[in-house]
T-cell receptor
Framework: GAGVSQSPSNKVTEKGKDVELRCDPISGHTALYWYRQRLGQGLEFLIY????????KSGLPSDRFSAERTGESVSTLTIQRTQQEDSAVYLCASSSYQPLGDGYTFGSGTRLTVV | AQSVAQPEDQVNVAEGNPLTVKCTYS??????LFWYVQYPNRGLQFLLKYITGDNLVKGSYGFEAEFNKSQTSFHLKKPSALVSDSALYFC???????????????FGSGTQLTVLP
């Protein structure tokens, strides 16, 4: 598609339930990133995929968080046993690996509310 | 390691006045620098970038930014602010000599710009 697509746009879930967030990157973008943005705060890096390389998971806050990506296509971010502190906007971005002068293209995000 | 600092959480300016949103960075090599804007309930949108060349770069919506290597700064500016410029602004940096996951952009904490009518 023309842009990065994220679904759902909004998700309300009960504490303790699992949620799955989806990101469709721009076709041909080999790099994909997940960020978390808590209310009134900056961007918190979660995970980075580059092609078929092992992902950089250094930003995942706990083992309740996991993400997958098959090749250079769709990625899913899964949060198990959600907690209220997981409430945030989850942003996905994609970029080409080269050239480095390219920035990211962001999706509109998924607003997650844990009640 | 690369890092970005946006020292002001909030900037208020009257409509028609010039605005500046500050950003300083730290990288080991020559930086690639970016500004993004986030309007309410929207994703981040690219504004402008500095890769090489002229220190003054022009971007979308009349914004510009000046790269200052000696001060390691990349402040965002606009000569005459509009109420519609009110949004959250993020500065980001990439160190082009980094490899692997360090090639990712590192973002600042964001600055909320409010333009008062």
């Amino acid at each position: 598609g023309a842009g990065v697509s994220q679904s759902p746009s909004n998700k309300v879930t009960e504490k303790g339930k699992d949620v799955e967030l989806r990101c469709d990157p721009i076709s041909g973008h080999t790099a994909l990133y997940w960020y978390r943005q808590r209310l009134g705060q900056g961007l918190e890096f979660l995970i980075y995929f580059q092609g078929n390389s092992a992902p950089d998971k250094s930003g995942l806050p706990s083992d309740r968080f996991s993400a997958e990506r098959t090749g250079e296509s769709v990625s899913t971010l899964t949060i198990q046993r959600t907690q209220q502190e997981d409430s945030a906007v989850y942003l996905c971005a994609s970029s080409s690996y080269q050239p480095l002068g390219d920035g990211y293209t962001f999706g509109s995000g998924t607003r997650l509310t844990v009640v | 390691a690369q890092s970005v600092a946006q020292p002001e959480d909030q900037v208020n300016v009257a409509e028609g006045n010039p605005l500046t949103v500050k950003c300083t960075y730290s990288v080991s090599g020559n930086p690639y620098l970016f500004w993004y804007v986030q309007y309410p309930n929207r994703g981040l949108q690219f504004l402008l970038k500095y890769i090489t060349g002229d220190n003054l770069v022009k971007g979308s919506y009349g914004f510009e930014a000046e790269f200052n290597k000696s001060q390691t700064s990349f402040h965002l500016k606009k000569p005459s602010a509009l109420v519609s410029d009110s949004a959250l602004y993020f500065c980001a940096v990439r160190d082009p000599i980094s490899s692997g996951s360090a090639r990712q952009l590192t973002f600042g904490s964001g600055t909320q710009l409010t333009v008062l009518p």
